[in-house]
């Protein structure tokens, strides 16, 4: 999709710091997927979405999308602007923890992150008027988690990166702050 370009790298790899220049380089009205849920109580992640936020220029119009982020993408408005969707990650969470009587197995989840995946590589692709900076983490490059719901997280968005990768015509590998391309 030449409206898509995919961001990637570790914690602190300087991946949204790269997809704010992109979208500030775009040059034409911004809209800031953020798809962090606040959870009551957790001051660290209060601290890292104020961080975020107030690197954020004042014109730019955040839209928190916790779920249903296709649906988000089909109803903004028309016409020409860059879509940041910040992140991935959260996107694969949100779904994977969205149901909180779910069984023992986070696996059984496979199919509707799939699902979700491919709604929203459909909603990319009919807003052509729009171009996407998508950001997201690589996670399995670590120790392998302790948890089935960990090893569950990190194989669904290994396959969640792998189907943005294929379908953006642009991906972009942070590492220390530097930025590798990986397909352009």
């Known amino acids: 999709m030449k409206n898509l370009t995919l961001i990637t790298g570790g914690v602190r790899s300087g991946k949204s710091v790269l997809a704010e220049k992109l979208a500030l380089e775009n040059k034409q009205k911004v809209y800031y997927l ?6 009551a109580g957790d001051k660290e992640q209060e601290e890292r979405i104020r961080r975020h936020q107030n690197r954020r220029p004042t014109n730019w119009e955040t839209i928190e999308c916790h779920s249903a982020i296709s649906k988000k993408v089909m109803d903004l408005p028309q016409g020409p602007a860059c879509v940041l969707l910040d992140c991935l990650s959260l996107f694969v969470t949100n779904i994977l923890l969205e149901d909180e009587a779910r069984s023992g197995n986070p696996y059984e989840k496979e199919q509707a992150i799939v699902k979700a995946t491919e709604d929203l590589l459909a909603a990319i692709k009919t807003r052509t008027d729009l171009f996407f900076v998508v950001v997201t983490n690589e996670v399995g490059w670590g120790v392998v ?25 642009k991906v972009i590998l942070c590492c220390s702050g530097l930025s590798i391309n990986l397909k352009s």
């Not at 953020?34 to 959870?39: F, G, L």
């Not at 988690?145 to 960990?150: A, D, H, K, M, V």
């Open 34 to 39: 953020a798809t962090m849920p606040i959870i």
């Open 145 to 169: 988690p302790e948890t089935s719901l960990g090893r569950a997280f990190r194989d669904f968005l290994g396959q969640t990166n792998q189907i943005f990768a294929q379908a953006a015509e």
